[in-house]
């Protein structure tokens, strides 16, 4: 078992950035693959970002590349979603997961995940 807690939401104008955190604790966090996906109001929750276990291997959705980065650090048990020029668009509830079935790659479909976290609120204003 994992427990996974978001932070780093919060409201920023369009063009700006914003750095989300997911703090684990429980089971070795490198045990685990990890993602960040998203979910706006009355939409499905989408993917956004993963990174293997150690870090090696990252994934991004379409429309985040070259502006969000994720990273993670196994020592401080923490994984990262670094946002830049943040759009309206990108105004959505952040969750972070954790993956435990599988020793190497990168994932990119909700049900891949065992563990989720309680989201952190992105709102972006134009």
């Known amino acids: 078992q994992v427990q996974l807690v978001e932070s780093g939401g919060g409201l920023v104008q369009a063009g700006d950035s914003l750095r989300l955190s997911c703090a684990a604790s429980g089971r070795t966090f490198s045990s685990y693959a990890m993602g960040w996906f998203r979910q706006a109001p009355e939409k499905e929750r989408e993917f956004v970002a993963a990174?293997?276990?150690?870090?090696?291997?990252?994934y991004y959705a379409d429309s985040m590349k070259g502006r969000f980065t994720i990273t993670r650090d196994n020592a401080r048990n923490t994984q990262y979603l670094q946002m830049d020029s943040l759009k309206p668009e990108d105004t959505a509830v952040y969750y972070c997961?954790?993956?435990?079935?599988?020793?190497?790659?990168?994932?990119?479909?909700?049900?891949?995940?065992?563990?989720w976290g309680q989201g952190t609120q992105v709102t972006v204003s134009s």
């Open positions: 990174i293997s276990r150690v870090g090696g291997m990252t």
């Open positions: 997961a954790a993956q435990a079935s599988s020793l190497f790659g990168v994932f990119t479909r909700a049900d891949e995940y065992q563990f």
